[in-house]
């Protein structure tokens, strides 16, 4: 048994595991000295005395007998003072990938010299006999008031503004009908009478005629090219720096260079059409001729539309065919299409008249281009040629088509 002055050597020996484990009975526990106050935890074990220290759990509690643990626990992330690390240590961070610059094309003519000069000197659309005779009836007749009254009608449906920009798609469903010709013929009159920016866009890459019809010098950028480049912060300045500038407020967008195997896809055309619509008041479009998917495409998306056919029995019948099946599309487009017959030739083999009450069956408006010397030269159009018969049937058509473009918002 212990004795009262030598009972703490009997507790540490205890401790120790000399000893019966447990203290005895009779023995009191003491509590360390005034100065060592704080008890260990029911785990912890004194640092003194032989004892290792035990390794720090997650919430390690502080050391009996004043003693500093020999392992002092992390801190949290946030106490931790941040030290700034050397240049050289720091993780090199990724770059961007840029996209690789698109090359810029060469300007190429839209003719090749030694072709342009085999041209012919353009000719008037009309005899100087006709001419004549035209200019003494009016003279003498009291029609001139009334042509006076119908071409200002004309001209303020022309100049009516818009609040978007209008899409104008010309196409047809054979070649040789006149389609780019008109297309141009349309562009012409509308960069006449309107004070806003009109664009011409060639959507027909193979091989399309159109920079030559509207009397272009040289190309560079494409429909292709734009579609590639065209960004929503772009402002009008960035954007007519790829295009052909024409006379009176005209842009052109080609759509080749004259090269065999130049391609324009839906989503291209989509891109480009989408993004340019906001600068210009109206856009007239040379498609490609049906059913070619980027002509469908054009057709659907514009607000009025120009469909050309031949003043022949076999055009005819094919544009009632095509007319039929517009017919059947879920959203039908008739109402918003007019179909041009161009007098390929001075005296057409049927009555147009009939062949119009025909196509005008479908739900379509019918007009006739007539016969002009200067258009069927081919080459550059000058409007200051054409006969008056055919400046007349233009300006009409171009108020007709512009009003149908105004139906769809």
């Not at 360390?32 to 759990?57: F, K, L, R, T």
């Not at 009908?177 to 960069?191: D, E, F, I, R």
């Not at 579609?227 to 080609?254: F, H, K, R």
Request: include cysteine.
């Amino acid at each position: 048994m212990p004795s009262g002055e030598n009972w703490q050597n009997d507790v540490l020996r205890d401790l120790r595991g000399g000893g019966p484990g447990g203290p005895r009975p009779g023995v009191p526990a003491q509590q360390p000295a005034a100065e060592n106050a704080q008890a260990p935890g029911p785990q912890a074990e004194s640092p003194g005395y032989g004892y290792p220290p035990q390794q720090p759990q997650q919430h390690q509690p502080q050391p009996a007998y004043g003693y500093p643990s020999q392992q002092q626990p992390p801190q949290p992330y946030a106490e931790q003072p941040s030290q700034p690390q050397p240049y050289a240590e720091q993780p090199p961070q990724p770059t961007p990938q840029q996209p690789p610059r698109r090359a810029a094309p060469d300007t190429r003519p839209v003719v090749d010299k030694r072709l342009a000069a085999v041209g012919l000197k353009p000719r008037h659309g009309e005899p100087f006999t006709t001419r004549a005779l035209r200019a003494v009836r009016r003279t003498v007749s009291s029609s001139a008031a009334r042509e006076v009254a119908e071409t200002t009608a004309t001209a303020e449906v022309l100049q009516r503004p818009v609040t978007t920009g209008r899409q104008i798609a010309v196409t047809s469903i054979r070649g040789g009908s006149g389609k780019t010709t008109v297309a141009a013929l349309l562009g012409a009159t509308y960069a006449h009478y309107r004070q806003d920016p009109v664009l011409l866009v060639e959507a027909d890459p193979a091989l399309g005629s159109l920079p030559l019809r509207l009397g272009a010098e040289s190309l560079r950028w494409t429909t292709g090219d734009l579609a590639a480049l065209v960004e929503p912060q772009m402002s009008l300045l960035d954007i007519t720096g790829y295009l052909v500038q024409l006379p009176e407020n005209a842009w052109l967008l080609p759509g080749s260079q004259g090269q065999v195997g130049a391609m324009l896809d839906t989503r291209g055309y989509e891109r480009v059409m989408v993004s340019l619509r906001r600068y210009f008041g109206v856009t007239v479009v040379d498609c490609e001729t049906l059913p070619a998917e980027v002509a469908r495409t054009a057709l659907s998306a514009a607000q009025a539309r120009v469909l050309t056919a031949p003043a022949t029995l076999e055009g005819i019948a094919s544009t009632r065919s095509v007319l039929e099946w517009m017919r059947g599309l879920p959203r039908d487009i008739t109402t918003t299409t007019v179909v041009v017959l161009t007098e390929t030739a001075p005296h057409p083999g049927l009555d147009l008249d009939k062949a119009a009450e025909q196509l005008k069956a479908t739900g379509a408006s019918v007009r006739v281009l007539p016969y002009d010397r200067h258009l069927a030269a081919g080459g550059a159009l000058r409007t200051d040629l054409l006969a008056r018969p055919t400046r007349q049937a233009v300006t009409r058509l171009a108020a007709e088509v512009f009003e149908l473009s105004q139906k769809r918002r």
